[in-house]
DNA sequence: TCATTCGTACTAAGTTATTAGTAGATACGG
DNA sequence: CCGTATCTACTAATAACTTAGTACGAATGA
């Protein structure tokens, strides 16, 4: 049970599309897809066979087509990004980030207050 | 003054290194470099030149080698990588990563008092 | 002087990611 | 039944990234 490896760009805007749907072929997630750019069918089907053979999704025929279902939760997933980027942008330090986030005002007070919230409800 | 393209892993990683020194030769970063890991002194030469081309480093003649020192600071670097990250990854929004964060226990209690410290400070 | 060291420029190979076209099977509408 | 649409599998082309080798000039030192 090996974690996938990596997602790059592009499966992760698939798999952004599947969590949102749960699950769906790859007409589901083209029709969604093609309207934010310009991308051929058969790249989506592409990228989503490549998914599959990593890992990230599962897949079973449904009718004609496949349907698709993320393999992990997306929770999971994300914070593996954010673990692996912390690690490699600041040396693995979660501070240097927030606190930088918080100098450059991308943090407000309300998003203060729900970190406070958090880290006072799981002690 | 457009920012240079985004770093990838290994520029970075040299980066890194290069804002340390604040100005160094292509051996004085391979120097460095082959202590973590096993790596080229052409390989780093090389990795120089491109950061060069992309605008990421200055360079001149000092005596026999080139001098590299960084195009921008680490500080702006970083946080235009941030920004693209929780671009792509939280659609815009910081606050998801920085929940997530504290959910992940990857925040503690002087983690967020600095945090609070800033937002008092920069008002 | 002459071999060695150091540095650069140039070249190249291997990998991965991305995008999409083609061919063929299957289903479906009329 | 036949033409069209849909879906898959396979193939391909391009680009970027990473790594490192080769060639050659300049300096060094014995």
Redesign the pocket.
């Known amino acids: 049970m090996k974690p996938p490896?990596?997602l790059?760009?592009?499966?992760l805007e698939i798999m952004q599309v599947l969590w949102d749907l749960e699950r769906g072929?790859?007409?589901d997630v083209y029709e969604i897809l093609r309207k934010r750019r310009?991308?051929?069918?058969?790249?989506v089907?592409?990228?989503m066979?490549?998914l599959e053979e990593k890992g990230h999704v599962k897949r079973r025929k449904e009718?004609?087509?496949?349907l698709y279902t993320p393999a992990r939760p997306r929770q999971k997933v994300i914070a593996s990004m954010v673990d692996e980027f912390v690690g490699r942008v600041f040396g693995g330090s979660a501070r240097p980030l927030v606190v930088g986030l918080a100098k450059d005002r991308k943090l407000s007070a309300e998003d203060l207050a729900e970190i406070e919230r958090i880290l006072k409800e799981n002690p």
């Open positions: 490896a990596p790059t760009d592009t499966e072929t790859v007409r310009q991308v051929a069918y058969t790249t089907m592409t990228m066979g490549i009718g004609r087509a496949f």
